[in-house]
């Protein structure tokens, strides 16, 4: 028997629509509540622009868009989650960051094949913690540097 707690998993739990998406805790940095973002001439349309957080220029990418969903206007609930993925910290606009929970890594399963959304690609896996299901979000895929073009000198600007 594992030691409780050894393959457990922290996410940061957040809503787009109507789902609730998941990513580690470890790949977040912080939360923020969203603030003037600087537009960038040339990048993918997901791609709102850059702020400025703590003397740090940060990309800022809407999830709605990268996941195909309909814009929707900012609330007092929207949030941009500022994630971390080797050296590059990426902005993810999200409806709302709902809460912190822990996982077993064997409550995670395969995303379903028959996901069919523009949303599948990003997806890495699903779980279920009572009634809720929540979709762990593949940030590696979300941030593909080739996609996101937004390596447009925003290093120690």
Do not use: W
Not at 56 to 76: G, K, M
Not at 144 to 155: F, H, R
């Amino acid at each position: 028997m594992t030691e409780a707690g050894a393959a457990d998993l922290k996410l940061i739990v957040f809503q787009l629509k109507n789902k609730e998406y998941a990513i580690p805790v470890n790949q977040v940095r912080s939360i923020e509540k969203v603030q003037h973002i600087t537009r960038v001439p040339r990048t993918a349309g997901f791609v709102k622009g850059v702020i400025n957080l703590r003397g740090v220029v940060t990309p800022i990418i809407s999830l709605r868009s990268r996941f195909n969903l309909e814009e929707a206007e900012y609330t007092d609930q929207t949030r941009v989650i500022i994630t971390v993925l080797e050296d590059m910290e990426v902005g993810l606009i999200v409806d709302s960051a709902n809460d912190v929970i822990d996982v077993s890594a064997e409550s995670v399963e395969p995303p379903p094949e028959t996901a069919g959304t523009e949303e599948a690609d990003f997806i890495k896996g699903v779980t279920k913690i009572e009634k809720r299901l929540m979709i762990l979000i593949d940030l590696e895929k979300v941030l593909n540097p080739d996609e996101l073009a937004i390596q447009i000198g925003t290093k120690g600007m």
